[in-house]
């Protein structure tokens, strides 16, 4: 999809993360919770991706490198503010600009290429994305006219207690067309209890002009879930996770109980394997087909060929031939290879058994 360039607002710390390591950046499914954000707008067709950074930039730099371009916000003053920082790098851009949060991993490629095209066919100057919760309190509110005509979106902080009753909600994702949305930007100000610039004014903006505002539900409201702790962030990994998991089952892979299995988004698994409970698979692994694989084993960064079987066990960065056995209570040395066909097991300690000194 030619003409489209997407902005990810990544440059907030997250203070309600309570951490040292910038919000963006925290773990997912064993990957940055922006990684997902970038794949889906990649996914849907940018032709180049804008991350707008603040906070520990240069560690967001150092993870992605030149996959994507960076702007600098020194200062958060919102996300209006946020999103005039790429103004050197996209104001002469006429084609369509998708503006994304950092903390939402689980947005995906398909419903960006929608938005875009609902925008698109419907020559809309703005298209946001937004999601109907039984519970919308802290969104902002998306106001519409009788004919559900896009008004303008109003900040929860700001909204009046029948606005807070409107349950369809601002995901904070949009598709804009380039050729309106700085122009509309140097207009907005700080007039709310924020004392910030909102790109939500935009919307306002655009409509007083004349101009036609729309807006996409997306269809499964957790898609625009946003990671603001601890807490958000435990949900959003466990939604990653058996999203990763079904899709692993639906490639041929038998998991006994994914509530019990825990496997990272980079991981791959061929088919006919067999993964028992109380498994975690980390990192770049990569397992063969008709494998078993558990109960109890962790597994990280490591290659398992065709026909294996571990148990009870625990590798990092190993190679395991095919039909090798490994396990029960078996622990390798990182970087242990193990030729094919090989055996090997741990020792059991019984009642009555007579340990070593010293262990």
């Known amino acids: 999809m030619a003409g489209m360039v997407g902005v990810i607002l ?20 064993g990957r940055p919770m922006v990684a997902y954000v970038i794949d889906a707008l990649e996914q849907a067709g940018a ?40 103004k ?40 946001v994305l937004t999601a109907v919760l039984e519970n919308p309190a802290g969104y902002g509110r998306v106001m519409r006219d009788e004919a559900g005509n896009v008004l303008r979106i109003v900040e929860h902080k700001d909204a009046t207690t029948a606005e807070r009753e409107v349950r369809e909600i601002n995901t904070g994702m949009y598709a804009f067309s380039g050729a309106h949305l700085f122009d ?3 207009r907005i100000g700080t007039g709310n209890a924020q004392g910030e610039f909102y790109l939500t004014d935009v919307i306002g903006i655009l409509r007083a002009e004349g101009l036609q505002v729309g807006a996409m539900a997306v269809p499964y409201p957790q898609e625009a879930l946003g990671i603001n702790d601890r807490v958000q962030l435990a949900e959003v990994d466990r939604l990653m996770r058996e999203r990763v998991l079904n899709q692993m089952m639906l490639s041929g892979v038998t998991v006994i109980d994914p509530s019990a299995t825990y496997v990272e988004a980079q991981v791959k698994v061929g088919s006919d394997t067999v993964i028992y409970p109380f498994t975690y698979l980390a990192g770049d692994t990569r397992i063969g087909e008709k494998s078993t694989i558990g109960p109890h084993c962790f597994i990280s960064d490591s290659r398992l060929d065709d026909e294996v079987s571990v148990k009870v066990a625990e590798l990092t960065r ?11 209570f078996v622990s390798l040395a990182t ?9 090997i097991k741990g020792s059991v300690c019984r009642m009555g058994d007579e340990l070593p000194d010293g262990r």
């Open 318 to 328: 190993c190679e395991v031939g095919a039909k090798a056995q490994i396990g029960p």
């Open 335 to 343: 970087g242990t290879v193990v030729p094919p066909g090989s055996i």
């Open 47 to 86: 032709d180049r991706i804008v991350a707008v950074v603040g906070h520990q930039s240069e560690r967001v730099k150092q993870c992605f490198g030149d996959r994507i371009e960076y702007a600098l916000q020194a200062k958060q003053l919102g996300t209006g503010h946020a999103v005039m920082q790429t």
């Open 88 to 127: 050197s790098l996209l104001a002469d851009y006429s084609g369509i600009v998708i503006v994304a949060n950092g903390d939402a991993p689980l947005l995906q490629a398909e419903t960006l290429h929608n938005l875009v095209k609902y925008h698109k066919e419907r020559r809309l100057a703005a298209t």
């Open 10 to 29: 990544a440059a907030g710390l997250g203070t309600r993360m309570k951490s040292d390591l910038v919000k963006v950046l925290h773990p997912v499914c």
């Open 184 to 186: 509309a930007l140097a």
